[in-house]
């Protein structure tokens, strides 16, 4: 991606309701991941890559790159001995870089001012991350927080897919990105492989939360995806009744529309990508 491609891609991950992983030392894979239909892709040169395949791969990326392809470039931690190589290496492509273990805004910043500005997303999956999430959603720079549910499971001894046990780290990011102007953040990943998809319920309770998208890490969870963090017909026409009656005083279903709820009704309208 071109610098002059940057502000487009930006809001392009703004509003992207899924962004699909794919593993760095797998190159014959990653035009695939390209044309899977989601709506970004992430290049993994992190958790993915073993040790001794880390400068390999991001040979790779920076290759595919160079010849046009536009993807986030997930690389490894601050503090690691990669960490230095794969944010030049994004930067000198104008990627746009997941900085993993995100948890000092200080990190964050020198990030950004490394990349010339961001695009950055804090991937928050710590509980030193969760704690902080409100200060790393003001960095300037990043466009969006990402949550990180298997890491930080992992450190809090719970199960991931315990809901109650991770519900206080989700809403707190859900509010830090909120009260920072961020778009909503992006759900960590449904590790099932279903064939049809994460379960509808994985994506209905991120949504009730308020997050506005999810992480995948196959193409056969795009489409469950997609589906839900898409208005559904009945949420559309509610949106349309609600901004028709719009005026001084207005009911709507036997309830009151205010301002709030007319914004509410135009967000709506807005995510509709039917």
């Known amino acids: 991606m071109t610098a002059a491609g940057a502000p487009s891609y930006t809001r392009t991950l703004a509003a992207a309701r899924s962004l699909l992983f794919v ?59 990669w960490y230095a190589a794969d944010l030049a290496m994004a930067a000198a492509h104008g990627a746009p870089v997941m900085l993993p273990k995100a948890e000092d805004p200080a990190a964050l910043e020198s990030a ?35 949550f990180g549910s298997i890491d930080l ?23 830090a990105s909120a009260a920072a102007g961020l778009a909503p953040p992006l759900d960590g990943v449904t590790t099932g492989l279903a064939a ?3 379960p509808a319920s994985d994506v209905a309770y991120a949504r009730r939360l308020g997050f506005g998208g999810k992480l995948c890490i196959h193409p056969r969870q795009l489409g469950a995806v997609h589906e839900g963090f898409t208005p559904s017909a009945a949420e ?23 301002r709030p709820v007319l914004e509410r009704a135009r967000r709506i309208l807005a995510a509709d990508r039917g």
């Open 153 to 175: 499971a992992a450190q809090l001894g719970v199960d991931p897919d315990d809901r109650p046990a991770l519900a206080y780290a989700r809403s707190r990011l859900v509010c």
């Open 112 to 146: 950004a001012a490394r990349t010339g500005g961001g695009p950055l997303l804090a991937l928050v999956e710590t509980a030193a991350g969760v704690e902080n999430a409100a200060a790393l959603c003001r960095v300037p720079g990043v466009v969006r927080a990402a």
């Open 23 to 81: 593993p760095g030392h797998r190159s014959d894979r990653y035009a695939k991941a390209a044309a899977a239909g989601a709506d970004g892709v992430v290049v993994d040169l992190e958790d993915a890559v073993a040790p001794d395949a880390k400068d390999a791969a991001r040979d790779a990326v920076a290759e595919w790159l160079a010849g046009g392809a536009r993807a986030v470039v997930r690389i490894n931690a601050p503090g690691t001995e």
């Open 236 to 258: 559309r026409e509610w949106a349309h009744r609600v901004l028709a009656a719009e005026g001084p005083v207005a009911v709507v279903d036997g309830r009151m529309v205010d």
């Open 196 to 198: 049809d998809g994460p």
